[in-house]
């Protein structure tokens, strides 16, 4: 089934547009990557599909489910599945980490039909779930990723994840350079949280992190459009040719 239908979806800033038009269609089981260089719109995308304020939809659709997502507030959005990872690395002082988790996971729960879990029994969880993210369990009493490294912030997200069980989750690794071991992590938790029922949208600007994690498709974004599709192959292509084909691309298309 289809998990995840974005159609012609345009959004801008300030007036100013952005996305052009992207048609994405995700279905259960599936891994996409979506590449791309800087300032391509990839980000753009996540925050759209989160929600993000700062950005307009002004034209297309983005459905979940047949639900559209514009008439969803980003809380209900993740409530009802659609994880965006890049959501919640900010920090909330005076929060502990663990409380954060046990809110996040129980307004998860309670839109499932489950019931909600109480200190104890979301502790039993938390420690089953701490070894996809091998997370030593002193980060759990910090404040909400206070003073936490890029790398701490990425397996923070990552055992969110783990615990809210999404069932479209979309990850942008970020221009920021995670090192070797946060990507180890995250590609470790996405691998392990994959499933016939769910799909993964990884945003990433490297091939490195599908060495780790084998999409079954591969976008090239390049002016707030996905130029591009195909298998895995085309990342490992990209990674050949680079990017100037796309600039030949767009200046027939523009
Ligand atoms: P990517 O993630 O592919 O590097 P982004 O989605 O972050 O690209 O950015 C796409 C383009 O949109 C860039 O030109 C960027 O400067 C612009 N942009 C994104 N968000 C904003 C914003 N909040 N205000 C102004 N410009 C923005
Ligand atoms: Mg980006
Ligand atoms: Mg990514």
């Known amino acids: 089934p289809v998990l995840l239908e974005i159609s012609d979806l345009h959004a801008s800033v300030d007036d100013l547009p952005i996305l052009k038009g992207v048609n994405l269609t995700i279905r259960a089981g599936e891994i996409h990557a979506v590449m791309g260089r800087n300032g391509s719109g990839k980000s753009t995308l996540s925050k759209v599909l ?3 304020p700062a950005y ?11 639900t559209d997502l514009l008439g969803l507030d980003p809380e209900d959005r993740a409530r009802i599945g659609v994880f965006l990872g890049f959501q919640y690395p900010v920090e909330i002082p005076g929060v502990s980490n663990l409380e954060f988790l046990r809110v996040a996971t129980n307004a998860r729960r309670t ?4 019931e909600e879990l109480d200190t104890f029994a979301f502790e039993d969880l938390v420690q089953e779930r701490l070894g996809v993210v091998q997370m030593d369990p002193a980060f759990l009493e910090r404040s909400v990723n206070e003073g936490f490294s890029g790398g701490e912030k990425k397996r923070n997200e990552i055992l969110q994840m783990a615990l809210l069980e999404p069932v479209v ?22 691998n392990h949280l994959a499933s016939p029922d769910n799909a993964t949208l990884l ?13 079954d498709y591969v976008h090239v974004m390049a002016s707030g459009r996905l130029l591009r599709s195909g298998g895995k192959e085309l990342a490992l292509e990209l990674e050949r040719t680079g990017y100037d084909w796309v600039d030949q691309e767009l200046a027939r298309l523009e």
């Open 50 to 52: 989160a929600g993000h």
């Open 56 to 66: 307009t939809v002004t034209a297309g659709t983005m459905r979940y489910r047949g």
């Open 111 to 114: 839109a499932q039909g489950q």
């Open 169 to 190: 989750a979309i990850l942008d690794e970020t221009d920021s350079g995670l090192d070797i071991d946060a990507l180890r992590i995250v590609a470790g938790g996405v």
């Open 203 to 215: 945003i990433t600007h490297y091939q490195r992190l599908l060495d780790l994690i084998t999409p």
